[in-house]
């Protein structure tokens, strides 16, 4: 073998090595390019799944919906997601330095996206490590809150970081601030820094000084974990490290960093941090109120404020009212339940409003939902519909036994008492509720007329047109009847419940404000007379125990199981109406509309008007009883 031949071979052997390697480098940039074209095919596919950026400016962060009482207490919230958009200057400057401070202090100095905070995530995620401190800044975070899922995918992580890039083109880093503020979660079913801030410390967030901004921000990472109610020791320490952070970066001095640091929690004392609201029934009223007026979008998500009649003082006096009656004397009587409703009978504001014992155990509303014989509470109407026939009060019925017959079964109507009165006078038997007298009276009537009057005061229930319609035999709500008396408390006027005062906007624009509906009825010489019959069943009749010492008017209801006990009286001022009874019908220990109804009456009355100067009726009109009339005048059948 020559030399020429080995360096022929070796020369062969070469250029087949560089003619592979060429292929291998080739197969390698083709690799490289096809790689680098199909990630970038892919990255492409991603960012065409970002809604456009005009479409951004459409996006309206649910806000909540908050519910004031007439003395502009909060009786609750209504939300998707609990929370009220505030602009940045409405937001504690000290907040928002906690937050840069914790969660992004490069927040001023980068472009949306952190290299630094990316590369640390990104060996964090390459060797599986705890993580720490998110890589994600302010803005990425805010990209993730308006349009990203929670998952964890390289799509969402491309996504996240092209939305966060385009932000900052189209936005200043106080808007994405604002934001970002405005949408975080901070625990509690609590969005944003003024929900936040109500909710932790009862104060808005412009008011927040360093602590409380400081725990707030140690909130962010894991809200419900680190909530100060539920971990306090956490929540102190992270809040130490945020007020570190804050001194550290030259947000604060050192004088307010050591005295930042020896502050107390501060947060409002809750026994439960996610309690129910106040007036509860008449909130579930409102609401369906509310959701029939402007549909349940707007109600759950458009950050409205109602401003309702509710008077909070009242409210509890009722609540307490009725809650001190049934412990005391419900298991004696057999009584399990009960309902107050309250008018203002001028206006037809809603004062208070009690649909049952505990809506914690039961939301059935015994107020607006629960449909019960009204007893003897209705005959007012039937003496109504007398007086406009030209009955006076003191012309004369006979009690007589009388049997009638309805679907071939006889009926015995029989007084409370069990005894017949002989002559009574239409005083004497309303004040005295007796049922013979008022069967009789409406017989001679008609029933019709009754029915009309009870119509156009305020009665929509259906009313059997029977002679036992005298006894409040058809069923009515509480609502209606106490709504119906309001016309006689007023001088003739039916009156529309009111219970919403105004509706403002997110933005405080009042798009609905009340204007009381009186609509007179009766001619008020009429009611004049029924008011001054009916002021006779508080001071001499069945309605004693209900006296308040004022002028005041009113009437029992007892059906004849015991079964149901009313108690509905007036002022000038107001117009209440108790209901007691048991949800599953069974019947009281036989308590009548006199007794306990009549006590929680005055209970909650008296405390009521104790601010309020006594007064009478304006619209009585004065009139003698004729004795020479008396004596002979009879209207029997």
């Not at 919906?65 to 929370?83: A, F, P, Q, V």
């Not at 805010?142 to 189209?170: G, V």
């Not at 949800?583 to 405390?607: C, H, I, Q, R």
Request: with cysteine; glycine share 8%.
């Amino acid at each position: 073998m020559t030399k020429k031949y080995i360096e022929e071979v070796a020369i062969k052997k070469e250029k087949k090595w560089k003619k592979t390697l060429l292929y291998i480098l080739i197969a390698i940039i083709s690799l490289i390019l096809l790689s680098s074209l199909s990630l970038g095919i892919y990255v492409f596919l991603v960012i065409r799944e970002v809604p456009p950026i005009n479409k951004w400016m459409e996006i309206k962060p649910s806000q909540t919906t908050i519910i004031y009482s007439s003395d502009n207490k909060i009786l609750g919230k209504i939300y998707k997601e609990n929370r009220i958009y505030v602009p940045l200057y409405k937001i504690s400057p000290y907040l928002q330095q906690a937050v840069i401070a914790s969660e992004d202090k490069e927040f001023y100095n980068h472009s949306g996206v952190s290299l630094r905070g990316l590369i640390r995530a990104a060996i964090i995620d390459l060797f599986h490590l705890e993580k720490k401190q998110g890589g994600s800044t302010i803005t990425q975070q805010l990209a993730e809150l308006l349009f990203l899922s929670p998952e964890r995918t390289i799509k969402k992580k491309i996504k996240k970081i092209y939305i966060a890039l385009q932000l900052e083109r189209y936005f200043t880093k106080q808007q994405i601030l604002e934001m970002y503020l405005n949408l975080i979660y901070w625990g509690h079913g609590v969005y944003g820094a003024e929900a936040a801030a109500q909710f932790y410390f009862g104060k808005s967030a412009i008011d927040l000084n360093v602590p409380e901004s400081a725990l707030l921000s140690g909130l962010i990472p894991a809200p419900e974990i680190n909530s100060p109610y539920r971990n306090p020791d956490l929540a102190l320490k992270l809040r130490n490290i945020v007020i570190e952070k804050m001194y550290n970066l030259g947000y604060i001095s050192e004088e307010d960093y050591k005295k930042a640091i020896k502050a107390p929690l501060g947060i409002v004392k809750r026994n439960n941090p996610n309690s129910g609201y106040s007036a509860p029934y008449f909130f579930d009223f409102v609401l369906k109120d509310l959701i029939k007026r402007y549909g349940k979008d707007m109600v759950y998500e458009g950050g409205l404020k109602v401003y309702t009649t509710i008077d909070t003082k009242m409210q509890d006096m009722a609540e307490k009212a009725l809650l001190k009656i049934i412990n005391e004397y419900g298991k004696k009587y057999n009584v399990t339940q009960g309902a107050l409703f309250c008018l203002d009978p001028n206006t037809g504001y809603i004062k208070a409003w009690v649909g049952g014992l505990d809506y914690s155990k039961s939301q059935f509303d015994r107020v607006s939902m629960a449909v019960r014989q009204p007893g003897s509470a209705f005959k007012p109407f039937v003496y109504l519909t007398a007086l406009q026939k030209g009955f006076r009060p003191w012309d004369l019925i006979e009690e007589k036994e009388v049997t009638y017959t309805f679907n071939k079964k006889e009926w015995k109507p029989k007084n409370y008492d069990g005894k017949l009165h002989g002559t009574v006078t239409l005083q004497e038997a309303l004040e005295n509720s007796y049922n013979i007298a008022t069967i009789l009276l409406l017989e001679e009537m008609g029933v019709g007329d009754v029915i009309k009057n009870a119509r156009k005061l305020g009665i929509e229930s259906p009313l059997e047109p029977s002679l036992a319609l005298a006894l409040g035999t058809s069923g009515v709500t509480l609502y209606e009847m106490v709504r119906s008396y309001s016309g006689f408390a007023n001088g003739g006027n039916r009156i529309t419940p009111i219970a919403i005062l105004r509706v403002e906007d997110s933005k405080g624009n009042i798009i609905y404000n009340a204007i009381p509906e009186t609509i007179p009825v009766i001619e008020r010489a009429l009611i004049s007379t029924l008011v001054k019959m009916m002021k006779r069943v508080i001071t001499n009749g069945t309605g004693k125990r209900a006296n308040i010492g004022r002028p005041a008017a009113g009437k029992t209801g007892t059906t004849d199981d015991y079964r149901d006990a009313w108690f509905i009286g007036f002022t000038p001022d107001l117009c209440t109406g108790v209901w007691m009874g048991n949800d599953d019908y069974t019947p009281t220990n036989k308590v009548p509309g006199g007794l306990l109804p009549a006590m929680v009456w005055k209970e909650f009355m008296s405390n009521a008007l104790k601010d309020i100067p006594p007064r009478d009726f304006d619209f009585l009109i004065e009139y003698s009883m004729p004795v020479t009339e008396t004596s002979t005048q009879t209207n029997t059948p």
